[in-house]
């Protein structure tokens, strides 16, 4: 697999800011092909311009919302399309929900399950049989800290990351023999506005950046094929003392 990255096609969902797009340019850097994918379509098409200028003929953009099973399967021909089949796919699309139960209306239970699960489950069902068609391939997870340690107003978020890291779990079991590997990655406090759509911090800086977890991510792909470090956790080394 060379290195990893190099030439091999690659999908990240929610790739237009924050942890996704870190990941994109990455990979663009190591001399991957990247699908950009989001929801919104001016953003998509923004986003995916700007990076085509410096990575000429290495990047293509489909706006696509994961939890519509129509959507996701255009994503994934249109991966088809731009670059003949599929290695790599980061599935990071996902949203946050400050609110304690018995405050949160179904309509955000669903979206919250629905984009965190569902959207994981319809993409990685599309892209197993195209990387089993190439020999093989690496499927990324991007789960949070929230998957392991609950914590009061995050109930639909906690229940959507624990779901997450299981069926992570389950699934590399399920793929391993076709070359196939799987891993998940938990940050802990990243610092790209997550949630609020404002961006970073500069007062939180302590956190994570999101070229941090982006890192993990090249990390694992340049594993050698024999290797699996099937879960990641990163945090901030130096978070503000408690008391």
Known sequence: MSDGIRDRAAV???????????????????????????????????????????????????????????????????????????????????????????????????????TNVTGVFLCSRAAIPRMRKRGGGYIVNISSLAGKNTFPGATAYNASKFALNGMSEALLQEIRHDGIRVSYVMPGSVNTGFGSGEGPDPSQAWKLTAGDIARVVVDLLRHDPRSLPSAVEIRPSRPPRKG
């Open 12 to 114: 990240v969902t929610g790739s237009t800011k924050g942890i996704g797009l870190a990941i994109a340019e990455d990979l663009l850097r190591g001399g991957a092909r990247v699908m950009i994918s989001a929801r919104r379509q001016g953003e998509v098409e923004t986003v995916g311009r700007r990076l085509l200028e410096a990575n000429a003929g290495r990047v293509a953009w489909r706006a696509c919302d994961v939890r519509r099973e129509d959507q996701v399967e255009a994503l994934f021909r249109g991966a088809d399309e731009a670059f003949g089949g599929l290695d790599i796919l980061v599935n990071n699309a996902g949203v946050g929900l400050h609110r304690n139960l018995e405050e949160t209306t179904l309509e955000e239970w669903n979206q919250v399950l629905e």
